[in-house]
């Protein structure tokens, strides 16, 4: 399992020195891209580009929705589609596979393809959908040797590398408490992106104290019961 301190080797080995055979899980919708809350990014274009632009070969993929998959495989000229994604993994045997469903769907995705002999899984946050799911997914990891990404790519975002660099420095003196709020987003979502950045600015070193507040109601987006408002800190006290 690739940690995030060491995204580098993420990269190392989708260098392939022959080619690999790339596939997407969940390709989403095939209109434009929206940014409204409840689902249906164009998330699995962006993971089918980054496959590309690294020389893996995209030959497959699946999704529930025959049109949104066939946009998908006319967009980038593929001619292996399937709605079941175990049986795409079965038929085509893809040694690299971008899971972009829902977070409800992801522990079963990961461990079914590295059980199918996928070599390289990078798998949309949030990861899981609750701790309990990370000791069967750490032992399918350990078990089958499937190197395991998760895209959390806001940390490489410029803006925040710029912050992390200027905290490493002294520049804005030492950080005690790190908080992050959410507002039209959920934690699972969007705020799985404030966990990892608050991490990343502090070279994701151990954090000692976590507190956190939500309030649920009503809210659903993405699968899942969802929070109206949340927030959560990281207090990194003593760990300079």
């Known amino acids: 399992m690739i940690h995030p301190e060491n995204s580098g080797n993420l990269v190392k080995v989708m260098e392939p020195t022959a080619k690999l055979r790339g596939a997407i899980i969940g390709v989403g919708k095939a209109e434009e891209r929206t940014w409204a809350k409840g689902g ?11 496959m590309r632009s690294m020389g893996v070969e995209l030959t497959t993929a699946a999704d529930i929705d025959p049109v949104n998959l066939a946009t998908f495989q006319k967009e980038f000229g593929i001619s292996s589609g399937l709605a079941d994604y175990r049986e795409m993994l079965a038929a085509e045997k893809p040694d690299v596979v971008g899971i972009c469903t829902y977070v409800g769907l992801h522990a079963e995705m990961v461990e079914n393809c590295a059980r199918a002999g996928v070599s390289v899984i990078v798998c949309e946050k949030p990861f899981v959908s609750s701790p309990a799911q990370l000791d069967s997914v750490r ?8 190197t395991l990404g998760i895209a959390h790519i806001r940390r490489f975002s410029p803006c925040f590398v710029k912050a992390r660099d200027l905290i490493r420095e002294g520049a804005i003196g030492q950080p005690v408490l790190l908080c992050g709020g959410l507002g039209g987003w959920d934690l699972s979502e969007f705020g799985s992106h404030w966990i990892d950045l608050i991490r990343f600015l502090r070279d994701d070193r151990p954090v000692k104290y976590v507190m956190g507040q939500a309030r ?21 006290t003593n760990l300079v």
């Not at 809210?219 to 927030?231: A, Q």
Request: hydrophobic fraction near 20%; charged fraction near 30%; avoid cysteine.
């Open 40 to 50: 249906g990014h164009k998330i699995g274009y962006d993971h089918a580009h980054a």
């Open 139 to 146: 032992r399918t990891v350990e078990e089958t040797g499937v």
């Open 216 to 236: 649920v109601r009503d809210g659903f987006g993405y699968g899942h019961r969802s929070e109206e408002h949340t927030s959560e800190l990281q207090s990194l």
